[in-house]
């Protein structure tokens, strides 16, 4: 089939390349999908779309002008799709439900260790002949509680490795998974993990009910100086709210992987232009921030498994007319 995968890198086309094995032909698109790049899918009867590609109405309906059938998504997330006008196209949409869990969780987990031992600063220091140890004071995580916010796979991983650090683990999700009881997990109310976790990992999707989950009255409830680790969606956390709690000490470790408004920044090499968003430049002149560029997922294994995923869901369409993970 003639597919048009948008956003790509160079990593991408590896990857993809080496799934499809030639059964398919890709047309590679630099640029992210939105409603005025929608056009470069030209004759293509499925397009592949990334995390911050804006599938919304518009790009949709211009999809449904060009004769698209399927949006194939190289990702678990799909908040970034207008579900309701794909089907009023009848325009499918599949995703990648799970690639690496292990991918994200092992990154949350990095993030955790570099903040609690200021690795990050300790490396730039080294870097310029400073090898005072002032100001780069950690703790152990041994003993620590370790509160999880949303207990799927990723969360589970997590999890399993804090169990494995020798710290308390609590955790929190609408639907509690017998997996994490058995590991040693306890499941409590959500005001409850805020309150009492010394470090809070968030790992949910983003929903209208997720959707600045971690606002003021969220950060009001934490420990003073607790660590908040965000590898999920960026909307999930208010950022100026957070900002609010850096400032005041209620928040004493920052780690993100994700930012609400990323889509114009990650991806992309932007040191040579200036970044007109105050909010996250002011995020970036705390010392006890930590953030990655959406790098949660970037292994080796977990972009093998995207592509094979995203490749299987263009091949069972070709085949049946439905994709294996079709969006409901």
């Known amino acids: 089939m003639d597919v048009a995968v948008f956003s790509t890198k160079p990593y991408d086309r590896r990857f993809l390349d080496a799934a499809v094995a030639g059964r398919h032909a890709l047309t590679y698109i630099d640029a992210r999908l939105d409603p005025t790049t929608a056009i470069l899918a030209g004759?293509?009867?499925?397009?592949?779309?990334?995390?911050?590609?804006a599938v919304d109405a518009a790009a949709l309906d211009t999809f449904a002008e060009l004769g698209v059938r399927l949006?194939?998504?190289?990702?678990?997330?799909?908040?970034?799709?207008d579900l309701a006008a794909a089907k009023r196209h009848d325009i499918l949409v599949a995703r990648v439900p799970a690639y690496s869990p292990e991918a994200v969780s092992e990154h949350a987990v990095a993030l955790m260790l570099s903040l609690d031992r200021h690795i990050h600063r300790a490396y730039a220091r080294v870097r310029d002949g400073n090898f005072a140890l002032d100001g780069l004071l950690g703790f152990n995580l041994h003993g620590r509680?370790?509160?999880?916010?949303g207990t799927g796979r990723i969360g589970q991983g997590v999890a399993r490795i804090m169990l494995g650090f020798g710290c308390k683990v609590i955790g929190y999700d609408v639907k509690p998974t017998?997996?994490?009881?058995?590991?040693?997990?306890?499941?409590?109310?959500?005001?409850?993990?805020?309150?009492?976790?010394?470090?809070i990992s968030l790992h949910c999707p983003l929903t209208p009910e997720t959707h600045h989950l971690i606002d003021a009255a969220?950060?009001?409830?934490?420990?003073?100086?607790?660590?908040?680790?965000?590898?999920?969606?960026?909307?999930?956390?208010?950022?100026?709210?957070?900002?609010?709690g850096l400032n005041e000490g209620r928040i004493g470790h920052l780690g993100l992987d994700v930012y609400e408004e990323e889509e114009e920044l990650f991806f992309e090499d932007k040191s040579d232009v200036v970044i007109r968003d105050d909010v996250f430049e002011r995020l970036l002149m705390f010392s006890n921030v930590l953030v990655t560029?959406?790098?949660?997922?970037?292994?080796?294994?977990?972009?093998?498994?995207?592509?094979?995923t995203t490749v299987a869901n263009i091949d069972a369409f070709e085949?049946?007319?439905?994709?294996?993970?079709?969006?409901?």
């Open 43 to 53: 004759k293509a009867k499925v397009v592949c779309a990334f995390v911050n590609d």
């Open 71 to 81: 949006v194939v998504l190289r990702s678990a997330g799909f908040n970034n799709v």
């Open 145 to 149: 509680t370790v509160g999880i916010v």
């Open 178 to 199: 017998r997996t994490c009881e058995v590991m040693g997990v306890v499941y409590r109310p959500l005001q409850d993990v805020l309150a009492t976790s010394d470090i």
């Open 218 to 244: 969220a950060i009001g409830l934490m420990k003073r100086g607790v660590m908040l680790i965000n590898t999920s969606r960026g909307a999930i956390v208010d950022t100026k709210a957070v900002v609010a």
């Open 293 to 308: 560029g959406h790098q949660g997922f970037f292994t080796v294994e977990a972009m093998t498994a995207i592509a094979e």
């Open 319 to 328: 085949r049946t007319g439905r994709p294996v993970h079709v969006v409901a």
